[in-house]
């Protein structure tokens, strides 16, 4: 079975930075794109950053310049630093993966359970 676990979220006050981490256990074969995504109370759950196996990234356009997103493949972990926050960065943070278990032939999508990142002074 595989699982995606975040950690890193937290408490900041604004203009600080949080790191996120997110690992992948588990009967894994291969794992293709990675990413991040946010909901914050009332609103629609939205794409943060998204990271390829070839290292490609996509970030939404109001996030450029102070998220960056990464990965380290031998450890099945992808990161998130957030820099520079803002109150309206307050969100549930999940996790996600494309990850083709061991002995199936296709990948499926995989998420953690959230992490909660809170900006306040």
């Known amino acids: 079975q595989v699982q995606l676990v975040e950690s890193g979220g937290g408490l900041v006050q604004p203009g600080g930075s949080l790191r996120l981490s997110c690992a992948a256990s588990?009967?894994?074969?291969?794992?293709?794109?990675m990413g991040w995504y946010r909901q914050a109370p009332g609103k629609e759950r939205e794409m943060v950053a998204r990271i390829t196996s070839t290292v490609s990234t996509w970030y939404a356009d109001s996030l450029k310049g102070r998220f960056t997103i990464s990965r380290d493949n031998a450890k099945n972990t992808v990161y998130l630093q957030m820099n520079s926050l803002k109150p309206d960065d307050t969100a549930v943070y999940y996790c996600?993966?494309?990850?083709?278990?061991?002995?199936?032939?296709?990948?499926?999508?995989?998420w953690g359970q959230g992490t909660q990142v809170t900006v306040s002074s």
């Open positions: 996600n993966a494309a990850i083709r278990p061991r002995g199936v032939s296709h990948s499926s999508d995989y």
């Open positions: 588990g009967s894994i074969g291969s794992i293709n794109a």
